[in-house]
């Protein structure tokens, strides 16, 4: 190795440890009724000034201290996605006018960055009047007192569904989730970010493979787009070329084609694969996504510029089939019904070939959402065949993640759906799609595949000591939350075959083989250390890790001494 290549060999590691480093964490569950701790409540306060809330007349504090220090465009800064020295000045001064904040208060805080960046108080006043609000909230808590007068049949007030980051106004905790009113997604905020995510998104499917994927599966959930207003719509609209129209009511219920010129990129044809709860609660919003699908398949352009219509017209030419068949694309459970059961299966381990979880999904999920030729509506006719079809043109799967707090180890929901279409897929397709998911959580765009993503969850949480610490500060429960990671983990090499093998041999010998840390762990909860040993033993006897015989032979060991803990 040359030393130029040792020098960027070395820039392109610290660049990983910087962003594992600034991943933000959750380091510890919430106890109910508890208020945040002073470390917890900073880190989020600094998280909710690195964003512009126009609605508060607040600028993002790095914003603000770029400007002052004189370095002309921070939304360019945002988009690089290497470490700089610049961007770390910007974080470090962020992070101690927070610290400032903590003690302080406003004034001195406000005060303190005018001194040490040149930023003028009022423009960073704004900002730390909004965090004083937020700080006094996070200080009271009503959860309990809530919790008792809903038991006694008591009104609620009710509140908005959201993270704080995403959006401030979800505190005081302890009220009446609302959900959002379908019309309004997605809103102007969202279809502005959905351009920026679905551009980075397409550039690197189109560096990697060079050129763009055929069709695309999406898969699109109910609570993530009330938090974000419909990010993951706008992302789908944005992927045809339509974007939302409004009526005379203020309604997102037209489309409006962005033309090929202003467009510069082939309209994507997508599979849209929605939750139950994204049913329930959008249908105006499904209608949309349908209506948006038939418009651009009906548009008389070149077919190397519209994929929709190359697709349904390549579908009808070779199968005799009609329009409104070969136009479906929002597909979901059957009415009443919830989930792709792929995480049971998971779970459980009640699969032989892994075919089957990919056929699982599609059996849950292949009931279209449409129109018939007479314009009538149709929810959820079975459609097994038009959505196997659909998905064997797919070389690319995504979802949209927003929350830092469940991330695609935490819950098996990530996995199941992602994980689960991924897998249709590459039986249907007969080749595996590139899987692709987004970070929205942070004010600059990234994209990144899914065993990145999940090396980056792993060594952020999972291998964390700031994470596992903080689970296990709650005793069996936090056991329980690393087995669950575990397992999560292994659901992503079921369905995906996404998971590098020394992410297991990092957990075996993290929680398993460190004998401190397994006394801790078996004292605590027997029984999840049990069944992360066993976890890991089919991990090997299905071929995803292979492990020293000397780590095997202390798993079995293990096993054997738990028996049935
Ligand atoms: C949803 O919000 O749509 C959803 C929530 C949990 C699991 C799957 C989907
Ligand atoms: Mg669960």
């Given at each position: 190795m040359n030393h130029n290549d040792r020098d960027a060999g070395v820039m392109r590691i610290y660049e990983q440890l910087v962003e594992i480093e600034q991943r933000l964490i959750p380091t510890g569950l919430h106890v109910f009724g508890r208020p945040a701790e002073l470390k917890e409540k900073a880190d989020l306060l600094r998280m909710v000034a690195s964003f512009d809330r126009p609605e508060f007349g607040a600028l993002a504090l790095p914003r603000l201290i770029a400007e002052a220090l004189g370095i002309n465009s921070y939304d360019s800064l945002l988009q690089e996605t290497s470490a700089s020295e610049t961007k770390e000045l910007i974080d470090s001064i962020v992070g101690e006018s927070v610290r400032q904040f903590c003690h302080g208060g406003s004034d001195s805080a406000a005060k303190w960055l005018s001194t040490r960046a040149n930023v003028e108080v009022q423009k960073s006043l704004p900002v730390f009047l909004l965090l004083a609000n937020i700080a006094e909230q996070l200080d009271s808590n009503h959860e309990i007192d809530s919790l008792l007068r809903s038991l006694r049949g008591e009104y609620i007030e009710p509140g908005p569904g959201a993270d704080i980051v995403q959006n401030p106004?979800?505190?005081?905790?302890?009220?009446?989730?609302?959900?959002?009113?379908?019309?309004?997604?997605?809103?102007?905020?969202?279809?502005?970010?959905?351009?920026?995510?679905?551009?980075?998104?397409?550039?690197?499917?189109?560096?990697?493979?060079?050129?763009?994927?055929?069709?695309?599966?999406?898969?699109?959930?109910?609570?993530?787009?009330?938090?974000?207003?419909?990010?993951?719509?706008?992302?789908?609209?944005?992927?045809?070329?339509?974007?939302?129209?409004?009526?005379?009511?203020?309604?997102?219920?037209?489309?409006?084609?962005?033309?090929?010129?202003?467009?510069?990129?082939?309209?994507?044809?997508?599979?849209m694969t929605v939750s139950g709860i994204f049913r329930d609660l959008f249908a105006p919003t499904m209608a949309l996504l349908d209506k948006a699908v038939r418009r651009v398949a009906a548009l008389d352009e070149p077919l190397d510029m519209n994929y929709v219509r190359r697709n349904v017209s390549e579908k009808i030419d070779g199968d005799g089939g009609v329009f409104d068949d070969a136009v479906a694309r929002v597909f979901s459970n059957a009415p009443g019904n919830y989930g792709t059961n792929v995480n049971f299966m998971v779970m459980e381990s009640q699969w032989e070939t892994s075919d089957a979880l990919g056929d699982l999904f599609v059996t849950r999920k292949c009931f279209a959402y449409t129109r018939d030729s007479k314009g009538q509506t149709i929810e959820g006719r079975e459609a097994r065949a038009l959505m196997d079809h659909a998905l064997s043109r797919v070389e690319a799967t995504y979802q949209n993640i927003d929350s830092f707090e469940v991330g695609i180890t935490d819950v098996d929901h990530y996995f199941e759906y992602l994980g689960g279409i991924s897998k249709a897929v590459e039986k249907r397709a007969q080749a595996r799609p590139a899987i692709y998911l987004s970070d929205s959580l942070s004010p600059q765009t990234r994209i990144r595949s899914l065993a990145e993503t999940i090396r980056l969850e792993t060594r952020a949480k999972t291998?964390?000591?700031?994470?596992?610490?903080?689970?296990?500060?709650?005793?069996?429960?936090?056991?329980?939350?690393?087995?669950?990671?575990?397992?999560?983990?292994?659901?992503w090499s079921a369905t995906t075959d996404a998971v590098d093998p020394w992410i297991y041999t990092d957990i075996a010998k993290t929680f398993l083989l460190d004998s401190i840390m397994f006394d801790r762990l078996h004292e605590l909860n027997p029984y999840s250390v049990r069944s992360l040993t066993k976890r890991l033993l089919e991990a090997h006897d299905r071929g995803y890790w292979n492990p020293d015989e000397e780590i095997l032979e202390k798993l079995l060991n293990i096993i054997e001494d738990l028996p049935g803990a």
């Amino acid at each position: 190795m040359n030393h130029n290549d040792r020098d960027a060999g070395v820039m392109r590691i610290y660049e990983q440890l910087v962003e594992i480093e600034q991943r933000l964490i959750p380091t510890g569950l919430h106890v109910f009724g508890r208020p945040a701790e002073l470390k917890e409540k900073a880190d989020l306060l600094r998280m909710v000034a690195s964003f512009d809330r126009p609605e508060f007349g607040a600028l993002a504090l790095p914003r603000l201290i770029a400007e002052a220090l004189g370095i002309n465009s921070y939304d360019s800064l945002l988009q690089e996605t290497s470490a700089s020295e610049t961007k770390e000045l910007i974080d470090s001064i962020v992070g101690e006018s927070v610290r400032q904040f903590c003690h302080g208060g406003s004034d001195s805080a406000a005060k303190w960055l005018s001194t040490r960046a040149n930023v003028e108080v009022q423009k960073s006043l704004p900002v730390f009047l909004l965090l004083a609000n937020i700080a006094e909230q996070l200080d009271s808590n009503h959860e309990i007192d809530s919790l008792l007068r809903s038991l006694r049949g008591e009104y609620i007030e009710p509140g908005p569904g959201a993270d704080i980051v995403q959006n401030p106004q979800v505190l005081p905790t302890g009220r009446n989730t609302h959900a959002v009113n379908p019309y309004s997604v997605p809103s102007h905020l969202a279809f502005t970010r959905a351009k920026l995510t679905t551009d980075a998104l397409l550039r690197r499917h189109f560096e990697e493979h060079g050129r763009y994927p055929r069709a695309m599966a999406l898969v699109l959930w109910g609570l993530d787009n009330i938090k974000t207003q419909g990010e993951g719509v706008a992302q789908a609209l944005h992927l045809l070329g339509v974007r939302p129209v409004r009526d005379g009511l203020n309604r997102a219920t037209e489309i409006e084609v962005i033309p090929l010129e202003e467009l510069k990129r082939p309209r994507m044809d997508l599979v849209m694969t929605v939750s139950g709860i994204f049913r329930d609660l959008f249908a105006p919003t499904m209608a949309l996504l349908d209506k948006a699908v038939r418009r651009v398949a009906a548009l008389d352009e070149p077919l190397d510029m519209n994929y929709v219509r190359r697709n349904v017209s390549e579908k009808i030419d070779g199968d005799g089939g009609v329009f409104d068949d070969a136009v479906a694309r929002v597909f979901s459970n059957a009415p009443g019904n919830y989930g792709t059961n792929v995480n049971f299966m998971v779970m459980e381990s009640q699969w032989e070939t892994s075919d089957a979880l990919g056929d699982l999904f599609v059996t849950r999920k292949c009931f279209a959402y449409t129109r018939d030729s007479k314009g009538q509506t149709i929810e959820g006719r079975e459609a097994r065949a038009l959505m196997d079809h659909a998905l064997s043109r797919v070389e690319a799967t995504y979802q949209n993640i927003d929350s830092f707090e469940v991330g695609i180890t935490d819950v098996d929901h990530y996995f199941e759906y992602l994980g689960g279409i991924s897998k249709a897929v590459e039986k249907r397709a007969q080749a595996r799609p590139a899987i692709y998911l987004s970070d929205s959580l942070s004010p600059q765009t990234r994209i990144r595949s899914l065993a990145e993503t999940i090396r980056l969850e792993t060594r952020a949480k999972t291998l964390n000591p700031k994470w596992y610490e903080g689970m296990l500060s709650h005793g069996f429960r936090g056991v329980a939350e690393i087995e669950n990671h575990v397992a999560n983990t292994f659901g992503w090499s079921a369905t995906t075959d996404a998971v590098d093998p020394w992410i297991y041999t990092d957990i075996a010998k993290t929680f398993l083989l460190d004998s401190i840390m397994f006394d801790r762990l078996h004292e605590l909860n027997p029984y999840s250390v049990r069944s992360l040993t066993k976890r890991l033993l089919e991990a090997h006897d299905r071929g995803y890790w292979n492990p020293d015989e000397e780590i095997l032979e202390k798993l079995l060991n293990i096993i054997e001494d738990l028996p049935g803990a």
